[in-house]
């Protein structure tokens, strides 16, 4: 894991002021946070983030517009947009980094209780009696011989581990990050070429339905800000929960959308089929 930044000066560095073992007469009152916006026809607060350099092939986003072609056929576009809308900006990615070192002992716990949830209804279990890409084990006959102890459990378990762990470290600021949030929401579709993680090329794709994938991270959402905010005091005061909560909640939120982003057709597609359907059921 990438070492975070300290996080009493990442936070002191937003205006927040001293508390560890001090009090201030005077404290610094957070300083009000701007939010990355596309420019519209009103006042810009800032520009949307920028990735990477535009390319001479690189399409801009014009004042007021956003390409609808754009955020379908391009990650990075999306994502720009997505970020600027949502806003979550840079100071959003080092708030996550400075708490790493305060998750990181309790991922171990969240990921055990996560597991623990998918079990509690078959419809989010059955998923797990297919074959992992890479375990090479058997297989439980029924579901009722799947436990939380069998081996392929334990080697899903590494690879939420791993993400999780990855929230908190990543650099928001290289496409690689995003590459990788993306290929997690197509991993689950089932599709073949959705597979696009190292691990699970040229190997059968799994298929989680995209509910229980966009239930679940809201139910893990829940159990990391909850976790954030029994942090105590002393680590953290509540302008820096607060900070670090509201970056978590974009972040997810951009996940979300990865996930759909594989799932769910086009606006258009999905009207149309949809205006089709209803004429095909009038009597």
């Known amino acids: 894991?990438?070492?975070?930044?300290?996080?009493?000066g990442f936070f002191q560095k937003l205006g927040f002021g001293k508390r560890r073992g001090s009090k201030s007469s005077n404290p610094a009152s957070p300083q009000p946070q701007s939010y990355p916006v596309f420019p519209s026809h009103?006042?810009?607060?800032?520009?949307?983030?920028?990735?990477?350099?535009?390319?001479?092939?690189?399409?801009?986003?014009?004042?007021?517009?956003?390409d609808r072609e754009m955020l379908t056929?391009?990650?990075?576009?999306?994502?720009?947009?997505?970020?600027s809308f949502i806003g979550f900006q840079k100071e959003d990615g080092e708030a996550l980094n400075a708490v790493a070192s305060l998750i990181?002992?309790?991922?171990?716990?969240?990921?055990?209780?996560?597991?623990?949830?998918?079990?509690?209804f078959d419809y989010t279990k059955q998923p797990f009696m297919g074959r992992n890409i890479g375990f090479s084990g058997s297989l439980p006959e029924s579901l009722e011989q799947l436990k939380?102890?069998?081996?392929?459990?334990?080697?899903?378990?590494?690879?939420?581990?791993?993400?999780?762990?990855?929230?908190?470290?990543?650099?928001?600021?290289?496409m690689?990050?995003?590459?990788?949030?993306?290929?997690?929401?197509?991993?689950?579709?089932?599709?073949?070429?959705?597979?696009?993680?190292?691990?699970?090329?040229?190997?059968?794709p799994i298929?989680?339905?995209?509910?229980a994938?966009?239930?679940?991270?809201?139910?893990?959402?829940?159990?990391?800000?909850?976790?954030?905010?029994?942090?105590?005091?002393?680590?953290?005061?509540?302008?820096?929960k607060l900070v670090t909560i509201r970056a978590f909640n974009r972040l997810m939120w951009i996940q979300n959308d990865l996930f759909q982003r594989h799932y769910i057709r086009d606006d258009e597609e999905a009207a149309f089929n949809l205006a089709a359907q209803t004429f095909a059921d009038e009597p």
């Open 73 to 83: 056929d391009s990650l990075e576009y999306r994502i720009t947009f997505a970020r």
């Open 213 to 240: 994938c966009t239930l679940l991270l809201g139910w893990v959402e829940d159990v990391v800000l909850t976790a954030l905010m029994k942090v105590s005091d002393t680590e953290l005061s509540a302008e820096e």
């Open 148 to 174: 939380l102890s069998h081996p392929q459990i334990l080697f899903r378990k590494s690879f939420l581990t791993k993400y999780v762990r990855r929230v908190f470290d990543a650099d928001y600021e290289v």
């Open 207 to 211: 298929h989680v339905d995209l509910m």
């Open 42 to 66: 009103g006042t810009a607060r800032q520009p949307a983030p920028s990735i990477h350099p535009p390319g001479e092939d690189s399409r801009t986003i014009g004042e007021g517009h956003v």
């Open 176 to 204: 690689e990050t995003w590459e990788y949030m993306d290929k997690v929401g197509s991993m689950h579709t089932g599709r073949k070429g959705m597979a696009t993680l190292k691990h699970l090329r040229r190997k059968q």
């Open 104 to 120: 990181e002992p309790i991922i171990t716990k969240v990921v055990d209780d996560v597991y623990v949830h998918l079990f509690n």
């Open 1 to 8: 894991m990438s070492t975070s930044p300290n996080s009493s």
